[in-house]
């Protein structure tokens, strides 16, 4: 047993359950906060960022998409890479702008977030996804 527990080696049954849990988790725990927003949008619209000029509405209407519908597809493993994308730059500005690049202060959520969208868009959704259960024999 402590042998496995300090053994480097990994096998595929091993890093696709990891894939998943870090999938399902950063995904239901961002959908929680899209849906906050999605929610209370009316009341929030007013002071929130304006970003690039695009408007108030319109910033808050993008980072609801990112952040509920995005993760929505996270957590299924569904055009997994495609909905990072948004994601990502969602925490980016969020660290950068929102939070001035304070990554040991208040952009520290964010910036885990990050971290953990940018591995998942490397790495991709893994075998116990949509993904892998619609897209697989494309690959090969």
């Known amino acids: 047993m ?3 527990i300090l053994s480097a080696k990994i096998n595929d049954s091993q890093v696709n359950i990891a894939l998943l849990i870090l999938r399902v988790t950063a995904g239901v725990l961002m959908a929680h906060h899209g849906y906050g927003k999605l929610t209370h949008f009316s009341e929030m619209q007013a002071k929130f960022m304006d970003f690039m000029g695009l408007g108030m509405s319109t910033s808050l209407a993008l980072v609801v998409f990112a952040e509920f ?3 929505l597809l ?3 493993g569904l055009a997994t890479r495609f909905a990072l994308i948004p994601l990502i730059i969602t925490m980016l500005v969020a660290v ?3 939070h ?3 990554v040991f202060g208040d952009g520290q959520t964010a910036f885990l977030y990050l971290a953990i969208y940018v591995t998942l868009l490397l790495k991709g959704a893994g075998k ?3 993904d892998n259960l619609f897209f697989s ?3 090969e």
């Open 96 to 98: 950068f702008q929102a």
């Open 128 to 130: 116990y996804s949509l």
């Open 100 to 102: 001035s690049g304070d």
């Open 2 to 4: 402590i042998k496995k």
């Open 69 to 71: 519908f995005c993760s």
């Open 137 to 139: 024999k494309l690959g």
């Open 74 to 76: 996270l957590i299924a």
